[in-house]
């Protein structure tokens, strides 16, 4: 018999698509279930929900989305929600000197599980990308073997603009890029902007 948290999963994934589309275009790899950290653009807080909802069921079983605690641990229900239905990994924004902001995503990859990250670290209304933060050059260091899957989040903003607490039904689109990889030698600056060169470059052309 399903849980409560299954059947409120099933539902959440209805109503994101009912409102967005959540269309997700595999245009540079199948989606398999391989261990990945997906990375993407950042300007909402259903970015996370929406690529989640893009993924076929059972990739989403195994891919745990990253969220900020202070936000998403602020009500009894957006706790349970997080932590019960999405499995997601709280991630602080504000920190003390001696922690390790990377820690608990370490543990999720070292278990076996993917991610979903949003390099920029904070969301952003201006369109493109803002210089992505160390921690993706981090992980790729630390785990070579996982595949990094650029990913551009479209219309997003528009869905649910910073400051709004109701969606509005728009047509979203998440497109997944081909795999990169962290090179021998690479410079942490030169990996970090070809990353970030991979998600703008999935960006829906406009006519």
């Known amino acids: 018999m399903a849980s409560k948290a299954d059947l409120m999963g099933l539902l959440l994934t209805l109503l994101v698509r009912l409102i967005t589309g959540a269309q997700g275009h595999w245009k540079g790899c199948p989606p398999k279930a391989e261990q990945r950290i997906y990375f993407a653009n950042h300007q909402s807080h259903l970015d996370w929900m929406l690529i989640w909802a893009a993924l076929p069921s059972d990739l989403r079983a195994t891919t745990r ?32 000197e001696d922690q390790d902001p990377l820690e608990p995503l370490v543990e999720v990859l070292e278990a076996g599980d993917s991610l979903v990250i949003f390099p920029e670290g904070t969301r952003s209304n201006k369109g493109l990308p803002q210089p992505f933060k160390t921690g993706l050059y981090h992980l790729a260091e630390q785990f070579p073997n996982v595949q990094l899957i650029p990913a551009w989040i479209d219309n997003v903003n528009r869905v649910m603009p910073k400051g709004e607490v109701v969606p509005v039904p728009i047509l979203c689109t998440v497109t997944f890029g081909a795999p990169l990889q962290l090179e021998p030698g690479e410079d942490k600056r030169a990996f970090l902007e070809r990353a970030r060169e991979a998600v703008v470059a999935l960006r829906p052309h406009v006519a």
């Open 65 to 96: 989305p990253i969220a900020a605690r202070d936000y998403w641990t602020s009500s009894k229900f957006k706790a349970w929600l997080t932590r019960e239905v999405f499995h997601a990994v709280y991630v602080s924004r504000q920190r003390s």
